[in-house]
């Protein structure tokens, strides 16, 4: 029991001087903040994250976030920068490097070639007044009162303040480039989030042929044998002049059959409802999918824009495309 309750405060007193350091972040969020977000956003070429040890581990991270945010991004380990990897950092870039302690040899190396290329550097320490924070046109000020670690030595509250910044960065930029949600799932298209943001109806709808669709005035009899061959649950009714009349399902059909409606004798007029929700082709199939769960149906027909069926959508596309 004393052991656990020993691990339990000290997982506890982690926690808690871990937010206490995110806390005094709050009022650091200042003019140099904004200005490192004016020169991130007048950057024509991309953002090149550095850092060393674990500062280099939460760069990996905050670059993986400007890059799917909208700020093109990468990572560059600064000890290989020094044996060819500057290269990969143009005039037009912006270095942001991190350094807890602002004086990392490899990443202070680097500073009078990026001088002399003119390349912006953007620092992320934790001591304002450093050799690195001195030498960067703005400086994110992360420095920490206490390591969560016992002895003070290991990097926690430090990377963890580090890795807040470098999301609060990442979304006051996303913000201010008015970053949408599609946006987002161009970035992430083999994800679901990417298929719910991007799939839109006409790419999994069935159109053309596939399409069940019978006239106004049409035999019963003859609409079902309709939807059996196309095999969707329903079909559409249409006017004379091709606009949408209404719609017959599987579920009408069980309606029809509980009022004792005779199927050989019946028109589909008799049975159909009217109109029906209705989608267009290029809405969002995540749009389309909450129609379905508002009404609580299964299947909806497409029109083009005179309210015209041009295909129909059912809750297995959905399905099989992964918009569920």
Do not use: Y
């Not at 159909?272 to 989608?279: A, F």
């Not at 749009?287 to 069926?309: F, G, W, Y």
């Amino acid at each position: 029991m004393s052991q656990s309750s020993d691990l339990i405060k000290s997982a506890q007193r982690t926690i808690q001087l871990e937010r206490e350091a995110i806390d005094a972040l709050l009022p650091r969020i200042d003019a140099d903040f904004v200005r490192a977000c004016e020169l991130i956003l007048a950057c024509k070429g991309r953002v090149v994250v550095v850092g060393m040890g674990k500062s280099g581990h939460v760069g990996n991270k905050i670059a993986a976030t400007l890059a799917s945010t909208g700020t093109p991004s990468f990572f560059v380990h600064p000890a290989e920068a020094s044996h060819g990897d500057m290269g990969m950092i143009t005039r037009e870039d912006v270095v942001l490097a991190l350094s807890n302690s602002g004086s990392t040899a490899e990443i202070v190396t680097l500073l009078p070639l990026i001088k002399r290329l003119g390349i912006t550097l953007i620092s992320l320490t934790g001591n304002p007044d450093s050799p690195l924070a001195k030498a960067a046109g703005a400086n994110l000020d992360a420095r920490v009162a206490q390591e969560a670690c016992p002895l003070n030595l290991a990097p926690t509250s430090s990377t963890t303040a580090a890795l807040v910044l470098g999301d609060a960065l990442a979304i006051a930029l996303l913000e201010a480039r008015g970053f949408t949600a599609e946006d987002f799932a161009f970035s992430h298209p083999g994800g679901a989030l990417g298929r719910r943001l991007l799939l839109k109806v006409e790419n999994i709808m069935h159109g053309g042929d596939s399409l069940p669709s019978v006239a106004r005035g049409t035999p019963l009899r003859e609409a079902l044998l309709e939807m059996t061959r196309k095999g969707l649950g329903m079909t559409a009714v249409v006017e004379t002049d091709g606009h949408l009349a209404g719609i017959f399902t599987d579920g009408d059909l069980r309606r029809t059959l509980d009022k004792g409606v005779d199927v050989r004798l019946a028109s589909i007029d008799d049975v159909m409802t009217i109109h029906g929700k209705t989608v267009r082709p290029d809405m969002l199939a995540a749009e389309a999918l909450k129609i379905m769960d508002d009404h609580k149906i299964n299947v909806l027909v497409v029109v083009d824009t005179d309210d015209r069926p041009i295909g129909a959508l059912h809750i297995h596309d959905m399905t099989r495309a992964g918009v569920i």
